[in-house]
């Protein structure tokens, strides 16, 4: 008994023995559980990419997809089998692969999300390693490497404007100015240094420009610039510019764009005038006459205007009678006319001549300076002038006055002439006989 358990073990002894050191040879079919397989990394099929693009470095920070194609060279069956990926001699993960392998070759693909994160800049070797679970046949063609390069973050960077909208005072004669103020920073320069170029636009084309122009950054304190804008005169309240700051970074190994964007609105002036073709016009007393006049917004608001005749009063106690055909005109556009019609009515008083001029003060309002506070008007005098006389008004008085001044006239014509005959007679009468 002691002899056959002497025997075993010594063929136990042979056995291991020769699978140690004849490590390639492979168990015969029959003899034991089967073949073992012989997993190893396909030549040039280990990968990385970032974002889908295949690339040996990326970024601290992003997360880099690394690959391998795993294929079986020997006849084993494979139940499981896992691959690991290594950073040096450090650990990165480890993640199974398809574990059906049924025959060779057979291939199977091998992946690991490596988030750089937590990696030094620099290069690093990167290796995986497969392993089969029931043992491998050859585990010198198991694993692969290469060397990835992980670079340093770029700088971020802070663009703003403020105030993000600011309204500009233009008129009629007058550009507008306007003056917004910019702050840039840059974090992550790691004592570098950063070429910052500053341009502004307007969409609007008007001119503008960042002072200064370009800014050296080498911390990550906030430096400020400032936006000069020029607004154009007589722009509508309803074109407002927006600007457009663009802030370009250059560094070593990087270059940054930022954007920040505010808005330049023209604030409402208001303005009207009154014109006419005929200002002045004669009228005969009693008579009608109707004068036109056009009402034209010249601000770069829609308004609204107020028609009066502010000499009113006065004309009414002097017998004109006055009618404006609107005392308001609405919602007027920049630049767009409106008419409105005047009819007057010389005083009717009884006159056997007048001649005389008048005045007819008529003014628009503005009621959009109103709601701001503000008097805008435009005053236009127009000038009947009175000439002729008034028969409507001859009424009995102004005839029997007439009657008698005639009359009186005639009276005194035949008197004077009476008495002239009368002397020429007495004086025939007087003179001596000379027969």
């Not at 190893?40 to 974002?51: D, K």
């Not at 971020?156 to 008129?171: A, K, R, Y």
């Not at 008007?206 to 020029?230: A, L």
């Not at 829609?302 to 028609?307: F, L, Q, R, V, W």
Request: charged fraction near 15%.
């Amino acid at each position: 008994m002691k002899m056959a358990r002497l025997v075993v073990a010594s063929i136990c002894v042979m056995v291991l023995a020769q699978g140690l050191w004849s490590p390639a040879v492979r168990p015969c079919r029959g003899d034991g559980p089967g073949p073992l397989p012989d997993l190893y990394i396909v030549p040039g099929e280990f990968s990385f990419s970032v974002g889908g693009v295949a690339t040996l470095a990326a970024v601290k920070g992003n997360l880099v997809s690394i690959s391998a194609l795993v294929a079986n060279a020997a006849p084993g069956n494979i139940t499981s089998a896992v691959a690991s990926f290594f950073c040096g001699t450090a650990l990165l993960g480890m993640t199974p692969i398809r574990t059906n392998f049924s025959g060779y070759p057979e291939l199977a693909l091998a992946n690991f999300i490596w988030d750089t994160s937590f990696a030094d800049t620099g290069n690093h070797t990167i290796r995986v390693e497969v392993n089969a679970s029931g043992g491998d046949a050859n585990m010198t063609n198991n694993s692969a490497e290469a060397v990835f390069r992980v670079t340093p973050a770029p700088p971020s960077m802070e663009l703003s404007l403020e105030p993000g909208e600011l309204q500009v005072v233009v008129t009629e004669t007058m550009n507008g100015q306007a003056t917004f103020i910019g702050t840039i920073r840059m974090q992550g320069l790691d004592g570098s240094m950063a070429v910052v170029n500053l341009e502004a636009r307007l969409d609007t084309g008007w001119f503008c420009m960042c002072s200064p122009s370009t800014i050296v950054i080498y911390d990550d304190s906030t430096h400020s610039f400032s936006v000069s804008v020029v607004v154009p005169e007589q722009t509508m309240v309803d074109l407002p510019g927006e600007l457009n700051v663009t802030a370009r970074a250059t560094g070593p190994g990087y270059q940054l764009n930022a954007t920040a964007r505010a808005l330049a609105t023209p604030m409402p002036y208001y303005r009207v005038m009154i014109e006419s073709d005929i200002p002045y016009i004669e009228i005969a007393p009693g008579n009608i006459v109707t004068f036109t006049f056009s009402v034209t917004n010249k601000g770069n608001a829609i308004d609204s205007y107020e028609i009066e005749i502010i000499n009113l009063k006065d004309l009414v106690n002097n017998h004109w009678t006055l009618m404006l055909s609107t005392s308001e005109v609405k919602n007027v556009a920049p630049g767009e006319s409106r008419n409105v019609r005047l009819t007057a009515q010389s005083p009717r008083d009884p006159t056997l001549w007048k001649e005389g001029p008048a005045v007819i003060n008529i003014r628009a309002t503005s009621e959009g300076a109103w709601d701001s506070s503000l008097m805008v008007s435009y005053t236009f005098p127009v000038y009947p002038y009175e000439r002729g006389s008034y028969p409507l008004y001859y009424n009995w008085w102004t005839i029997g006055l007439t009657v008698a001044i005639l009359a009186a006239l005639a009276i005194a014509v035949a008197w004077r002439w009476r008495s002239k005959r009368k002397k020429a007679a007495a004086g025939k009468t007087g003179e001596p006989d000379s027969r």
